[in-house]
C-alpha cells in the first residue's frame, strides 16, 4: 500500500512543480524563433558558409516570455552530428535583458549593444553558418537560447564550448531551443 501512494504522490508532485514554474514565468516557457526557418526545418543558402554556396549571413533570431529575474542572455549555436562533434557555429554572451531579437547578419555589424560574440569552431568570432561535410546527411544545427540571472560574463574570445557550458552552470534561468537542418 505505502509503495502505491508514492508511485501516485511523485507524478502529481512533478505536476505541481511544472505549473508552479511555469505560474512563476508568466504562464509560458521562453520561446525562440527564426523569420529563416521553422523549428525542424531547412535553413536557407544565405546562411551557410561560402564553401557550401551560401553568403554566410547571420541568421534572425527573436524571443519572447522572458522569465522574471531575468539579467542577460547568451546564445549558442551548435552543430550535435557524430561528425561535427559539437562543433560551435556562434557563442554570444551578455546579450542584454531588454534586447529580444538579433536581427539577420547581425554578426561582427549590428549587434545588441553589450553583447560580445566569441570565436566559433573555424576559429573566427562571430557567427559561422552551416558547411558539413559532403555526404555525411542532414546536420542539425541547435540554436540555444538562456535566460540568465547574472548581467555580464567574463569570458575570453577563445572560450570553448565547455568553457561556456561552466560559465553559464547554475546560473541558467531558463533556456529555449530551436533546429535547423543543412545537408551537401
Given at each position: 500500500?505505502?509503495?502505491?501512494?508514492?508511485?501516485?504522490?511523485?507524478?502529481?508532485?512533478?505536476?505541481?512543480?511544472?505549473?508552479?514554474?511555469?505560474?512563476?514565468?508568466?504562464?509560458?516557457?521562453?520561446e525562440?524563433?527564426?523569420?529563416?526557418?521553422?523549428?525542424?526545418?531547412?535553413?536557407?543558402?544565405?546562411?551557410?558558409?561560402?564553401?557550401?554556396?551560401?553568403?554566410?549571413i547571420?541568421?534572425?533570431?527573436?524571443?519572447k516570455?522572458?522569465?522574471?529575474?531575468?539579467?542577460?542572455?547568451?546564445?549558442?549555436?551548435?552543430?550535435?552530428?557524430?561528425?561535427?562533434?559539437?562543433?560551435?557555429?556562434?557563442l554570444?554572451?551578455?546579450?542584454p535583458?531588454?534586447?529580444n531579437?538579433?536581427?539577420?547578419?547581425?554578426?561582427?555589424?549590428?549587434?545588441?549593444k553589450g553583447?560580445?560574440?566569441?570565436?566559433?569552431?573555424?576559429?573566427d568570432?562571430?557567427?559561422?553558418?552551416?558547411?558539413?561535410?559532403?555526404?555525411?546527411?542532414?546536420?542539425?544545427?541547435?540554436?540555444?537560447?538562456?535566460?540568465?540571472?547574472?548581467?555580464?560574463?567574463?569570458?575570453?574570445?577563445?572560450?570553448?564550448?565547455?568553457?561556456?557550458?561552466?560559465?553559464?552552470?547554475?546560473?541558467?534561468?531558463?533556456?529555449?531551443?530551436?533546429?535547423?537542418?543543412?545537408?551537401?
Amino acid at each position: 500500500m505505502k509503495v502505491m501512494k508514492k508511485n501516485i504522490l511523485l507524478p502529481l508532485v512533478g505536476l505541481f512543480l511544472l505549473v508552479y514554474q511555469n505560474d512563476a514565468i508568466g504562464g509560458a516557457a521562453m520561446e525562440i524563433s527564426s523569420s529563416a526557418f521553422k523549428d525542424g526545418e531547412k535553413i536557407p543558402i544565405q546562411y551557410v558558409m561560402p564553401g557550401a554556396g551560401g553568403k554566410n549571413i547571420s541568421i534572425p533570431l527573436t524571443w519572447k516570455d522572458v522569465p522574471a529575474g531575468t539579467k542577460s542572455f547568451c546564445l549558442s549555436i551548435v552543430d550535435p552530428h557524430p561528425v561535427a562533434q559539437n562543433w560551435v557555429h556562434w557563442l554570444v554572451i551578455n546579450i542584454p535583458a531588454q534586447v529580444n531579437s538579433i536581427e539577420e547578419g547581425a554578426s561582427k555589424k549590428k549587434m545588441p549593444k553589450g553583447s560580445v560574440e566569441l570565436k566559433n569552431s573555424w576559429g573566427d568570432i562571430g557567427y559561422g553558418g552551416p558547411q558539413p561535410p559532403k555526404g555525411t546527411g542532414d546536420h542539425p544545427y541547435v540554436v540555444t537560447l538562456y535566460a540568465l540571472n547574472v548581467e555580464k560574463l567574463d569570458l575570453r574570445a577563445n572560450t570553448t564550448l565547455s568553457g561556456f557550458k561552466k560559465a553559464i552552470e547554475g546560473k541558467i534561468i531558463s533556456s529555449s531551443s530551436i533546429t535547423g537542418k543543412y545537408s551537401q
